[in-house]
Every structure is written in structure tokens, then in C-alpha cells.
């Protein structure tokens, strides 16, 4: 009976692990994506930042870019939390994040097939976004009943709340320069580029978090 106790305990220790790692690996693809991509076309095609992340489609990079997405949709379909909306949220967040991936940005040379599966990346883009802004602001900051938040829990809800309210903004930010005139000095700058490639950032950070790689309680 012993024997049994303890192989039951081991395999549950062994799933939390592979959960934690989960969520690490997950963290590290949000955050290394934007880096990768632009290093990568620099090194194999030509130097310059694209005008946005969907935007690396259209380069060498293409096949990163929708690896990167698929994989980070299929671990957030894997992501289990305290309840059924957490494993809701972790499959529309995997179907947002497959629809970005297959359903490309519209190219500069435009048709209107592309132009509305332009639209289609878009929508599918801004929903992933803000799914993962009710992950870090609601999902992760939710603690089991009658339990007492710890120092590091709540350092660790503290990020959370950072990372979900930098997204939410950078969204805001993309559609108004979206909207914006047509500005080529503004433009050159890609300022669609750095504020996904920021809400990305703050994703990962926040999935690296969750993953207890730092401020894991004692």
C-alpha cells in the first residue's frame, strides 16, 4: 500500500513539473519570437524591421513565424488552470493563435482575396491578444479559497497585473496608429512592430512567472 502511495505522489509531482514547464516553455517562445525574427531575416535576407511581426510572413522567416505561433497554441490548448474557464480560455487562446498563424496579414500588394484574409489575421490577432490579457489580469492572479496570499504570490500577482495592462495598452496603441494618417516618418519607425513585439514580451514574462521560474514560494 506504501509502494502505491508513493508512486501515486511521484507521478503528481511529475505533472506539476511538466505543467511548470509548460508554462516556462511557453513563456520563452513569447518572449524570444520577436528577437529571433529579426535576427533571423537580417542574417538570411536583407537588414530592416518589417512594418509589423505578421508582417515576417512574407520573408525567409515565414516558417518560424507560423512554427512559432502553432507551437505556442497547441502548449495553450495543454494549459490547465483552477477551472473550466481556464481551460476555455487556454483553447480559444490555441484557436486565435493557429487563426493568426494561417491566416496572414494583408502583403503590400494587396488583392482582395488577400485583403480579406487580411481582415481574418486581424481579428484572430487582436482576439489571442486579448485573451492573453484575461490570462495575466484574471486567470493568474486567482488563488485557491481560504489559501493566504504570500509575499511572492503576490510580487508574482503584481507582474501579472503589469504584463496584462501593457498588452491591453500596446492593442490600444496599434489601433490608433492603425487609424492614424498615413505618416512615412512614423512608419519608417514600425511602430507596429515594437508594440507587439512588447505585448509579446510582456506575455512571456508573464507565462515565465506562471511557470515558478522566479519567485516561486518556498
Same mark, same amino acid.
Given at each position: ?49 518589417q512594418s509589423s511581426i505578421s508582417a515576417y510572413y512574407y520573408t525567409v522567416m515565414r516558417d518560424v513565424f507560423v512554427g512559432g505561433l502553432c507551437a505556442i497554441g497547441v502548449f #495553450? ?13 487556454? !483553447? /480559444?487562446?490555441? +484557436? @486565435?493563435? *493557429? ?73 490600444? #496603441? ?13 512608419? !519608417? /519607425?514600425?511602430? +507596429? @512592430?515594437? *508594440? ?23
Open positions: 500500500m506504501a509502494n502505491i502511495t508513493t508512486e501515486e505522489l511521484f507521478q503528481s509531482k511529475s505533472l506539476v513539473l511538466s505543467y511548470l514547464d509548460l508554462r516556462k516553455a511557453i513563456g520563452i517562445i513569447g518572449m524570444t519570437l520577436p528577437f529571433i525574427l529579426v535576427l533571423g531575416k537580417i542574417i538570411f535576407e536583407s537588414s530592416g524591421i #495553450l490548448a495543454s494549459y490547465r488552470g483552477y477551472g473550466r474557464i481556464d481551460n476555455i480560455a487556454g !483553447n /480559444l487562446a490555441c +484557436v @486565435f493563435a *493557429l487563426g493568426t498563424a494561417f491566416f496572414p496579414t494583408t502583403p503590400e500588394i494587396s488583392t482582395t482575396i488577400s485583403s480579406f484574409i487580411g481582415i481574418i489575421h486581424y481579428i484572430f490577432s487582436a482576439s489571442l491578444f486579448f485573451t492573453l490579457v484575461f490570462f495575466s489580469l484574471v486567470l493568474f492572479r486567482k488563488t485557491s479559497p481560504n489559501v493566504v496570499l504570500t509575499p511572492r504570490k503576490e510580487k508574482r500577482n503584481l507582474i501579472y497585473t503589469i504584463c496584462g495592462y501593457v498588452i491591453l495598452i500596446c492593442m490600444l #496603441l496599434i489601433v490608433a496608429v492603425d487609424n492614424m494618417p498615413n505618416n512615412l516618418q512614423l512608419q !519608417n /519607425l514600425s511602430p +507596429v @512592430f515594437w *508594440l507587439e513585439s512588447t505585448s509579446l514580451i510582456a506575455f512571456g514574462i508573464s507565462w515565465f512567472v506562471k511557470g515558478e521560474a522566479i519567485l516561486k514560494d518556498k
